[in-house]
């Protein structure tokens, strides 16, 4: 019994010098005196360090270097005494105030264990490590009695009151959970930061960002700077990033923004010689990206301006600045296009319903021009970087945002949001807690509205890598997300003959203005093209190139359409004699010869290629479906060959390069069983007949 009692008392003796504060005093570790001056050594300068760091404690989005070289020197006095209340505290700091932030809360909580009282800031870092570990109401706890006890006449009582009200946000938003999964995309993620996700409207290429080892010169502790890389989705899995090709990536930090929506252009940070952050933009010319050129200097004021967007139709950039001397941090800015060939666009405006008194920022325009997504530490953020929800009302102006709720945003940083055009599926980066390490790429799949099992099996099979979904009904009943009411339309331009890509270039016209909404050239290496149309409109779509006859496609998208992906391979004809062409954007009144307004873009464009080529000549040829009599379908095709051709001769073309003739239903290019073969059979076509 002597012996057993004898024992227990050393095991309690031992288990109380566990909870014990080891101070760094020389008194605690007499028997190794040189192991304790190199770890004192150690804790003095990581001290020095740490205390610089704190200087600038709230940080937007890296780490202050000076924390990770003090994080350098206190884990070499951890290894000798790892039961330091004050050591545990600062390597606490130092990673709450990382990218690694997980990785603070045991320290933290360890610091409280030995000493409750290790500093007068260690009741705001243990509320920090219970919101992290989901502990809201016993966060709440730890930040009132900081709150109560922190008497400094600072704004830091901002940050306390905002903390605040994450916890009883954070609560609500935690025990209610939306309809989706956030899946890790290992393929893309490293323990280092991986960040800064856009993709194409189909889902299948994305640019992302990554201080991953890389060809240049680590720092002083290690770290690489920020590249730019790519990656491609085959078979439904990511392949491993590559960077980017072209003149990119430098030594300095290269952090990508946004891709357009065709993939033909991109938004990036880089860092100027003035130290700040200005937003440059490059073009995709075959498989390599030009050198990137400075966006604009209405923008690029001296500030730092980062994380900007496109908006659908090119007239408006979207993006966060930081003024100097602010007290906001970066504010969500939106800038008007003056003259988009010169790069000019006008001062920006702060967006007041979507920028808080916190940091506001990336941003995200979905295609469908009514939907901006994101990230903000303000409003109602469950902690850190939230992403937020709003939709343009219908006085033109910014609906309050609506946090997208858990698990899409975490106590973590959740920020950057790019979606697929189908609004089912989304990328975002984090440091949540499950990751590689530092931010990770995550995958939003969303569910879409509960239903009977016997009418939704399909979201039943989805995955955790969820391949894109047959039923084009789910996303447009996700609330929290786009309605996803428009037209995707993607393939490549080839030669008709030797199959080979062709680069050319593609008009969008809205039929009912006549006006010219977007041009842009597809892939000179692939031919490749991908392009959003929304619901509500007629779409006359011209492809043209040098040497081959235009080709035009027609899509007319009714108000409330569900989404829909259209991919077709254009074959473009070169100009010879016998080569044919259908003009799908010219319109007639049913059963009537006269011409609609909405043709005059097309028939337009084939009057400036007879003017290009002034020896050519060309049958304008009309035709019908089977419907009605023979005769009657034979004089009807006539006199519209004949309405197309008195157009041309009052655009300033020949007669005598002309013929008008109408064949009636007898050549049909498609079955005449079905409404939309009959559609097609209703056509006018012009055939090269002389060059």
């Given at each position: 019994?002597?012996?057993?009692?004898?024992?227990?008392?050393?095991?309690?003796?031992?288990?109380?010098?566990?909870?014990?504060?080891?101070?760094?005093?020389?008194?605690?570790?007499?028997?190794?005196?040189?192991?304790?001056?190199?770890?004192?050594?150690?804790?003095?300068?990581?001290?020095?360090?740490?205390?610089?760091?704190?200087?600038?404690?709230?940080?937007?989005?890296?780490?202050?270097?000076?924390?990770?070289?003090?994080?350098?020197?206190?884990?070499?006095?951890?290894?000798?005494?790892?039961?330091?209340?004050?050591?545990?505290?600062?390597?606490?700091?130092?990673?709450?105030?990382?990218?690694?932030?997980?990785?603070?809360?045991?320290?933290?909580?360890?610091?409280?264990?030995?000493?409750?009282?290790?500093?007068?800031?260690?009741?705001?870092?243990?509320?920090?490590?219970?919101?992290?570990?989901?502990?809201?109401?016993?966060?709440?706890?730890?930040?009132?009695?900081?709150?109560?006890?922190?008497?400094?006449?600072?704004?830091?009582?901002?940050?306390?009151?905002?903390?605040?009200?994450?916890?009883?946000?954070?609560?609500?938003?935690?025990?209610?959970?939306?309809?989706?999964?956030?899946?890790?995309?290992?393929?893309?993620?490293?323990?280092?930061?991986?960040?800064?996700?856009?993709?194409?409207?189909?889902?299948?290429?994305?640019?992302?960002?990554?201080?991953?080892?890389?060809?240049?010169?680590?720092?002083?502790?290690?770290?690489?700077?920020?590249?730019?890389?790519?990656?491609?989705?085959?078979?439904?899995?990511?392949?491993?990033?590559?960077?980017?090709?072209?003149?990119?990536?430098?030594?300095?930090?290269?952090?990508?923004?946004?891709?357009?929506?065709?993939?033909?252009?991109?938004?990036?940070?880089?860092?100027?010689?003035?130290?700040?952050?200005?937003?440059?933009?490059?073009?995709?010319?075959?498989?390599?990206?030009?050198?990137?050129?400075?966006?604009?200097?209405?923008?690029?004021?001296?500030?730092?301006?980062?994380?900007?967007?496109?908006?659908?139709?090119?007239?408006?950039?979207?993006?966060?600045?930081?003024?100097?001397?602010?007290?906001?941090?970066?504010?969500?800015?939106?800038?008007?296009?003056?003259?988009?060939?010169?790069?000019?666009?006008?001062?920006?405006?702060?967006?007041?319903?979507?920028?808080?008194?916190?940091?506001?920022?990336?941003?995200?325009?979905?295609?469908?021009?009514?939907?901006?997504?994101?990230?903000?530490?303000?409003?109602?953020?469950?902690?850190?970087?939230?992403?937020?929800?709003?939709?343009?009302?219908?006085?033109?102006?910014?609906?309050?945002?609506?946090?997208?709720?858990?698990?899409?945003?975490?106590?973590?940083?959740?920020?950057?949001?790019?979606?697929?055009?189908?609004?089912?599926?989304?990328?975002?980066?984090s440091n949540r807690e499950g990751g590689k390490g530092g931010y990770d790429i995550y995958k939003v799949t969303f569910w879409g509205p509960e239903k009977s099992p016997a009418l939704a099996t399909q979201d039943y099979l989805l995955a955790s890598i969820a391949r894109p979904l047959q039923d084009p009904e789910l996303a447009g009943e996700v609330k929290v997300t786009t309605s996803a009411n428009l037209t995707v339309f993607k393939g490549k331009t080839i030669d008709a003959l030797t199959k080979k890509p062709v680069e050319a270039v593609i008009e969008i016209t809205d039929n009912n203005t006549g006006k010219v909404t977007e041009?842009?050239?597809?892939?000179?290496?692939?031919?490749?093209?991908?392009?959003?149309?929304?619901?509500?409109?007629?779409?006359?779509?011209?492809?043209?190139?040098?040497?081959?006859?235009?080709?035009?496609?027609n899509f007319d998208i009714p108000a409330g359409s569900a989404y829909n992906m259209v991919n077709k391979v254009i074959e473009l004809k070169n100009i010879k004699i016998g080569s044919k062409i259908a003009l799908r954007n010219v319109f007639f009144d049913t059963g009537k010869s006269t011409l609609r307004p909405e043709s005059s873009s097309e028939l337009d464009r084939l009057v400036k290629l007879l003017k290009d080529v002034p020896s050519l000549k060309i049958e304008l040829s009309g035709h019908t479906d089977n419907t009605g009599s023979a005769q009657g379908n034979i004089t009807l095709s006539q006199n519209r060959a004949e309405?197309?051709?008195?157009?041309?001769?009052?655009?300033?073309?020949?007669?005598?390069?002309?013929?008008?003739?109408?064949?009636?239903?007898?050549?049909?290019?498609?079955?005449?069983?079905?409404?939309?073969?009959?559609?097609?059979?209703?056509?006018?076509?012009?055939?090269?007949?002389?060059?």
């Amino acid at each position: 019994m002597k012996n057993i009692l004898t024992i227990t008392l050393i095991a309690f003796g031992f288990a109380a010098f566990g909870q014990e504060d080891v101070e760094f005093k020389s008194g605690n570790f007499k028997d190794d005196k040189d192991g304790f001056k190199k770890a004192k050594d150690a804790f003095d300068k990581g001290t020095e360090y740490w205390e610089m760091g704190n200087e600038d404690v709230f940080m937007v989005r890296d780490p202050d270097l000076d924390y990770w070289k003090a994080l350098e020197q206190f884990q070499i006095a951890y290894d000798f005494n790892p039961n330091s209340a004050e050591l545990n505290f600062k390597m606490g700091v130092c990673y709450a105030h990382s990218t690694y932030k997980e990785k603070c809360v045991s320290f933290f909580e360890e610091a409280y264990k030995r000493n409750p009282e290790v500093h007068p800031f260690i009741n705001y870092y243990m509320g920090l490590a219970k919101q992290l570990s989901y502990k809201f109401d016993d966060a709440l706890e730890f930040y009132q009695k900081f709150e109560t006890d922190y008497r400094k006449a600072d704004d830091f009582g901002k940050f306390v009151k905002q903390r605040k009200k994450e916890c009883v946000e954070g609560k609500k938003i935690y025990n209610d959970p939306i309809r989706a999964w956030v899946d890790h995309v290992p393929e893309v993620s490293t323990k280092y930061n991986d960040y800064a996700p856009s993709i194409t409207m189909d889902g299948e290429e994305m640019v992302l960002t990554s201080d991953r080892p890389n060809s240049h010169e680590p720092n002083e502790v290690g770290q690489y700077d920020d590249d730019i890389y790519t990656t491609t989705l085959v078979n439904g899995k990511w392949q491993t990033p590559k960077p980017i090709r072209g003149k990119i990536n430098t030594p300095k930090d290269d952090i990508s923004n946004n891709l357009h929506y065709t993939g033909t252009k991109m938004l990036l940070n880089k860092i100027t010689q003035d130290g700040d952050f200005d937003i440059y933009e490059t073009f995709l010319r075959g498989d390599t990206w030009s050198e990137p050129v400075s966006f604009s200097r209405q923008i690029n004021l001296k500030s730092n301006d980062i994380y900007a967007s496109y908006n659908f139709n090119n007239k408006l950039i979207y993006y966060s600045k930081d003024k100097k001397g602010g007290s906001n941090g970066y504010e969500i800015m939106v800038s008007g296009v003056m003259n988009y060939k010169n790069r000019e666009y006008g001062l920006p405006n702060r967006e007041m319903a979507v920028s808080s008194t916190f940091n506001d920022g990336p941003v995200y325009l979905h295609p469908d021009g009514k939907t901006m997504y994101f990230a903000s530490e303000g409003h109602n953020s469950m902690g850190g970087y939230d992403i937020f929800i709003s939709k343009k009302e219908k006085s033109g102006y910014w609906g309050k945002p609506i946090n997208m709720g858990y698990p899409i945003n975490t106590p973590y940083d959740d920020f950057f949001f790019a979606a697929t055009a189908n609004g089912k599926f989304a990328y975002i980066a984090s440091n949540r807690e499950g990751g590689k390490g530092g931010y990770d790429i995550y995958k939003v799949t969303f569910w879409g509205p509960e239903k009977s099992p016997a009418l939704a099996t399909q979201d039943y099979l989805l995955a955790s890598i969820a391949r894109p979904l047959q039923d084009p009904e789910l996303a447009g009943e996700v609330k929290v997300t786009t309605s996803a009411n428009l037209t995707v339309f993607k393939g490549k331009t080839i030669d008709a003959l030797t199959k080979k890509p062709v680069e050319a270039v593609i008009e969008i016209t809205d039929n009912n203005t006549g006006k010219v909404t977007e041009e842009f050239t597809t892939n000179s290496a692939t031919g490749k093209f991908l392009l959003s149309l929304n619901s509500g409109g007629n779409y006359g779509i011209a492809v043209k190139a040098d040497g081959y006859l235009f080709h035009s496609e027609n899509f007319d998208i009714p108000a409330g359409s569900a989404y829909n992906m259209v991919n077709k391979v254009i074959e473009l004809k070169n100009i010879k004699i016998g080569s044919k062409i259908a003009l799908r954007n010219v319109f007639f009144d049913t059963g009537k010869s006269t011409l609609r307004p909405e043709s005059s873009s097309e028939l337009d464009r084939l009057v400036k290629l007879l003017k290009d080529v002034p020896s050519l000549k060309i049958e304008l040829s009309g035709h019908t479906d089977n419907t009605g009599s023979a005769q009657g379908n034979i004089t009807l095709s006539q006199n519209r060959a004949e309405a197309v051709m008195n157009y041309l001769v009052n655009k300033g073309i020949s007669k005598s390069r002309l013929t008008a003739k109408g064949y009636g239903s007898s050549k049909p290019v498609a079955t005449n069983d079905t409404a939309e073969g009959r559609q097609l059979n209703r056509r006018t076509e012009f055939e090269i007949t002389g060059n």
